[in-house]
């Protein structure tokens, strides 16, 4: 599986922005699928998880209620929409999926590329 994030960009602290990570194959509904980041000088964490069917999700206390994770399987497509951002929102986010599985729980199959969100203050 190949994962391709996009969306990131520089955005206003209040702000918001779309992340999107595009899968190939023709498994994706066989992975759980979510989000993390690494600000700098700081190791990465867990941001968002999503299960198979998008019907559980969870997320990092530091984004609850701010971040939402949602996901389309006919498009082999995972979303994060980011509200209410903050400069402490600022690292490069990765997606994740994990097959059978959370990403949150189990250390993750693969990796997407990463992209950058900025958040001025």
């Known amino acids: 599986v190949q994962l391709q994030a996009s969306g990131g960009g520089l955005v206003q602290a209040g702000g918001s922005l779309r992340l999107s990570c595009a899968a190939s194959g023709r498994t994706f509904d066989t992975y759980g699928m979510g989000w993390f980041r690494q600000a700098p000088g700081k190791e990465r964490e867990f941001v968002a998880a999503s299960s198979r069917s998008g019907g559980i999700t969870y997320y990092a206390d530091s984004v609850k209620g701010r971040f939402t994770i949602s996901r389309d399987n006919t498009k082999n497509t995972v979303y994060l929409q980011m509200n209410s951002l903050k400069p402490e929102d600022t690292a490069v986010y990765y997606c994740?999926?994990?097959?059978?599985?959370?990403?949150?729980?189990?250390?993750?199959?693969?990796w997407g590329q990463g992209t950058q969100v900025t958040v001025s203050s």
């Open positions: 994740a999926a994990k097959r059978y599985g959370m990403v949150h729980i189990t250390t993750p199959d693969y």
